[in-house]
């Protein structure tokens, strides 16, 4: 399978949700995540006509963007940043899908002069195995962050956990979103709130269903190189 054709197939499969739920397909923003695949892969997405990329390791999104450059890419960085790495990428990202930490906030805030959008990532499930808030930290989290001129939350995060359980995964999405109208409710200019990053390969067309506004696709979508 091309990459062109997983986006075809992917594509399909979001417009004919969004048909059944009654949302604008425009709504759900594909992220090609190329962690898994070479500088060369990765341009191939873009050509494919993926305008989002996503990487999980500030030098994996450094390596890739300097190849890509001309390339009207939109950065996303949506590994676990370690608060040292900040300064180095701060610069390079359009969204930052894991923010879970007040001293990250911290660090975000001290070393740069855009507004920066985040996503707060939540543990909804308590996997001991993933980062992230837990569903009750997140609102006391929320309310903190007013003090950070340099943050946006544009939304939450999560990642299902890894099961056959479709009936758990589609609860861990519904969370979040319920969470966002908790959020959304305190109507805080600093939190619109509006974007739910969810979903990957094996789970994405029950994100989609779930309110999903951005999806992060690796394997079924750039394939796994490395
Ligand atoms: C690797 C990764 C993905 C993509 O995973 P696939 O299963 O290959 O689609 C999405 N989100 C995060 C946070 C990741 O680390």
């Known amino acids: 399978m091309t990459i062109q054709e997983n986006k075809e197939r992917i594509t399909e499969n979001i417009n004919r949700v969004c048909r059944e739920k009654n949302r604008e397909p425009?709504?759900?923003?594909?992220?090609?995540?190329?962690?898994?695949?070479?500088?060369?892969?990765?341009?191939?997405?873009?050509?494919?006509?993926?305008?989002?990329?996503?990487?999980?390791?500030?030098?994996?999104?450094?390596?890739?963007?300097?190849?890509?450059?001309?390339?009207?890419?939109?950065?996303?960085?949506?590994?676990?940043?370690?608060?040292?790495?900040?300064?180095?990428?701060?610069?390079?990202?359009?969204?930052?899908?894991?923010?879970?930490?007040?001293s990250l906030a911290k660090e975000i805030q001290k070393r740069t002069e855009r507004t920066i959008s985040c996503f707060i990532?939540?543990?909804?499930?308590?996997?001991?195995?993933?980062?992230?808030?837990?569903?009750?930290?997140?609102?006391?989290?929320?309310?903190?962050?007013?003090?950070?001129?340099?943050?946006?939350?544009?939304?939450?995060?999560?990642?299902?956990?890894?099961?056959?359980?479709?009936?758990?995964?589609?609860?861990?999405?519904?969370?979040l979103k319920q969470l966002q109208a908790d959020i959304q409710d305190k109507g805080y200019p600093h939190a619109p709130c509006s974007e739910l990053s969810m979903g990957m390969s094996n789970d994405y067309v029950i994100a989609v269903e779930e309110g999903a506004t951005f999806i992060r696709i690796g394997t079924s979508l750039v394939g796994k190189e490395f």
């Open 121 to 175: 990532q939540v543990n909804v499930a308590e996997e001991d195995s993933k980062h992230g808030l837990s569903v009750k930290e997140v609102l006391p989290f929320v309310d903190k962050l007013k003090e950070y001129d340099k943050i946006k939350i544009a939304g939450l995060m999560t990642m299902a956990p890894f099961t056959e359980d479709e009936s758990l995964i589609r609860n861990v999405f519904s969370t």
């Open 26 to 102: 425009k709504g759900v923003n594909l992220i090609a995540v190329t962690k898994y695949v070479s500088n060369e892969t990765a341009k191939q997405a873009v050509q494919a006509g993926i305008e989002h990329l996503g990487e999980n390791r500030v030098e994996g999104l450094l390596e890739k963007k300097e190849y890509l450059t001309g390339f009207p890419v939109i950065w996303h960085f949506i590994g676990t940043l370690q608060t040292r790495k900040v300064k180095e990428v701060i610069d390079h990202v359009d969204y930052i899908h894991s923010l879970d930490r007040l």
